[in-house]
């Protein structure tokens, strides 16, 4: 064994530049489930402006997942009955050409975009949202059999962006935008935003749909009502015209819609038992100089979250419903959204975003000159960062995450925090939108309910339980992009889709990468460093998951040393915690292939092992095999000296003068934060002199 120098210095609590604010913990106490890369399927188109394998849907009566690839105009269906060999390149057993099947029933509609598919809750039926190519015609939805054949198409609204069956499977809605793409002018169309409802309860050939309107809220009287609710209209518009459905969700008794009106920071409800637009509710605003909003609003190449004097317009894409204890939720991906609408230099153009430069960066501000909806002397930004959950009778906020994507994401990718998705750059997008939650779907697994939410710009998925909407926990953060290239890996989440039974998975499509990818949701007791006598592999190992992440050298090191493997073949989940069973059965190997005659006590226990536990249990194995080569070394105190157990000083200055455990750069060890598998493998990587 190889003896420890002062040269191998590493910073294991941040691994990079980090500066956080305090701020409430975002820390979940005890991980149950947990995420890891299962398969995958590579469409081959890569588009660094969205729109290939953009939105997904899971088809339970054949298990496979269905896509649409605006780019290629196809709607495509990709079998989930998989195994080790193929598992990783899955390919489509159909591939269908959309604007063709159109072509045959109406000649004259040009395509303009494939953006939604949805899947029956009982049949194996599907359809797809499709968008003239003009923007102020009628879309289609496209109603195939499972096997892809063509059933009908139905006229919607004015551009249809999200589709959806209800639960019951008796109506097909669709959110139509109607965005005003020309600008703003005489003589210029700005479509009004509807909603399409089309009964299929007779089936699923003659059908028309009926549109919902927003025509109600046109009075001077409503119009104000409003405003005063904090909805944000244009000045001088019609409501009816103003409001733009993004997103649609029904209700678990298919009574209920609710629909994103996300330009308008709103979300409206449709009584599906009238087909009427009853309400239209602001979302308000999320204040970011409250403690546990802290964020990164300055693009100075360096991951530092604090408070500042601005507003977040919610402003969600993507929403989901549930209910718990005998209430109804809507959970919102708070993305933000400008309008950029019109050819520039001309008198139609419109932009609502205003740059302005603080302390010499630059911060993209909503420019409220032309909107209503705002209070004087406040200065808002587009989006929350965040995901919330909203009591769907008065649409109060009653959680919403704060500041966690930002804080998760600084610490586990420092150097490519808040990087954009067709660019791999350090604070790339701190100025505007941050890490933008792009999607959310609810899942069931036993008796818990859980929240996925994809981050569109640099990438990945949380996953926090939500069972009790009331007391939320963070359980998960996976991100597969490899940051070697700007677009390599899984690169932009857009869509995602739950998988619920004996084997739960989450389905997740990536409109940049043009990949979806399978995750599987794993509890965290599985299998794991079962048998310390298990020898040492010979061949090279490699995971899907670690791609440019700071520690893969060392994960490839400890792996092919034979000291620990991933959770499975394919994944390594580096930045799952490192669990005290794990810790203690890695030492006994490592004892082992040193030819020590001692053991390390075992510990069954599959909670994550503590900063401080690791650097006693590490400590003790190294005395005991003297290879601590100065344990009264001269160190640094750390400013949270006074947080360190009596018992443990010794073990952690002893590693900090070895250069293998030292704090973050505000000089703090954290002695009571969960250590990951990425940095236990760092620090067993040193151990074996790598």
Avoid: C
Wanted: proline fraction near 4%; avoid cysteine.
């Amino acid at each position: 064994m190889s003896k420890f120098t002062s040269k191998t210095m590493f910073a294991l609590a941040t691994a990079g530049a980090v500066v956080v604010a305090p701020t409430i913990s975002t820390q979940a106490a005890e991980v149950e489930y947990e995420m890891s890369v299962d398969a995958r399927y590579n469409s081959g188109i890569v588009n660094a402006d969205g729109g290939t394998t953009e939105i997904i849907a899971y088809n339970k009566h054949n298990n496979s997942v269905y896509l649409v690839n605006g780019e290629s105009k196809k709607v495509e269906a990709v079998s989930l009955d998989y195994n080790e060999t193929n598992a990783m390149n899955l390919k489509p057993f159909f591939s269908v050409d959309v604007a063709e099947l159109i072509a045959t029933v109406d000649a004259d509609f040009v395509y303009g975009g494939l953006p939604s598919i949805a899947v029956h809750p009982n049949e194996n039926v599907i359809v797809a949202a499709v968008q003239a190519n003009d923007y102020t015609k009628e879309g289609y939805a496209v109603f195939l059999t499972g096997e892809g054949e063509l059933i009908s198409i139905v006229k919607t609204g004015v551009q249809p962006d999200n589709i959806t069956f209800s639960p019951d499977g008796s109506k097909v809605l669709t959110a139509n935008e109607g965005e005003p793409r020309d600008g703003y002018g005489e003589g210029i169309i700005d479509p009004q935003g509807t909603i399409s409802v089309i009964d299929v309860t007779d089936g699923f050939t003659n059908l028309t749909a009926e549109n919902v309107t927003f025509e109600a809220f046109d009075t001077a009287e409503k119009r104000a009502e409003l405003i005063e609710n904090q909805v944000i209209l244009k000045k001088g518009s019609n409501p009816s015209v103003d409001l733009e459905p993004e997103y649609i969700v029904v209700s678990e008794d298919s009574k209920q819609a609710y629909v994103a009106l996300q330009e308008n920071n709103a979300i409206a409800k449709i009584d599906l038992t009238t087909n009427e637009a009853v309400s239209v509710e602001g979302l308000g605003f999320k204040d970011f100089s409250a403690e546990g909003n802290e964020l990164d609003l300055r693009k100075d190449k360096v991951a530092k979250l604090q408070n500042e004097n601005y507003f977040g317009i919610y402003m969600p894409d993507g929403i989901a419903t549930y209910s718990a204890n005998g209430k109804n939720y809507i959970v919102t991906a708070n993305e933000g959204d400008g309008r950029e609408w019109g050819e520039e230099d001309t008198e139609a153009f419109h932009l609502n975003e205003n740059e302005v430069e603080v302390d010499g960066n630059e911060i993209v501000l909503f420019d409220t000159a032309e909107y209503e909806g705002f209070e004087e002397g406040k200065e808002y930004i587009f989006g929350g960062r965040s995901f919330s959950i909203i009591d769907a009778d008065t649409l109060e906020v009653v959680y919403d995450s704060g500041s966690d994507f930002e804080r998760i994401t600084a610490e586990l990718y420092p150097e490519f925090f808040n990087s954009s998705n067709d660019e791999v750059k350090l604070d790339d997008r701190s100025g505007k939108k941050g890490p933008e939650p792009e999607d959310v779907k609810i899942g069931k697994i036993g008796d818990q309910v859980f929240a996925f939410i994809g981050l569109e710009r640099i990438g990945g998925i949380a996953m926090y339980n939500i069972t009790d909407p009331t007391s939320v926990e963070f359980v998960d953060y996976i991100n597969t992009r490899d940051f070697s290239e700007d677009i390599k890996g899984d690169v932009s989440p857009e869509g995602l889709a739950f998988v619920g039974g004996e084997k739960p998975m989450l389905l997740v499509g990536h409109e940049v990468s043009g990949t979806v990818t399978v995750f599987d949701l794993l509890k965290s007791e599985a299998p794991v460093e079962e048998n310390p006598a298990e020898e040492t592999p010979t061949k090279e190992v490699s995971f899907n998951d670690i791609k440019g992440h700071y520690a893969e050298d060392a994960i490839l090191a400890v792996a092919n040393a034979g000291l620990f493997s991933g959770i499975n073949e394919n994944t390594f989940a580096p930045n799952k915690g490192f669990t005290q069973s794990q810790a203690s059965i890695v030492l006994n190997r490592l004892a082992e292939a040193n030819g020590l005659n001692f053991d390390i006590p075992e510990n069954h226990s599959n909670k994550p092992i503590t900063r401080e536990d690791f650097a006693v249990a590490v400590y003790n194995y190294l005395e005991q095999s003297g290879a601590v080569s100065n344990p009264n070394a001269s160190v640094t105190n750390y400013k949270d000296d006074a947080k360190l157990s009596t018992d443990a000083k010794q073990a952690i200055y002893a590693l900090q003068a070895e250069g293998l455990m030292t704090g973050d750069e505000k000089q703090n060890f954290n002695p009571n934060k969960p250590l990951t598998r990425a940095h236990a493998a760092i620090v067993f990587s040193h151990i074996l002199g790598e």
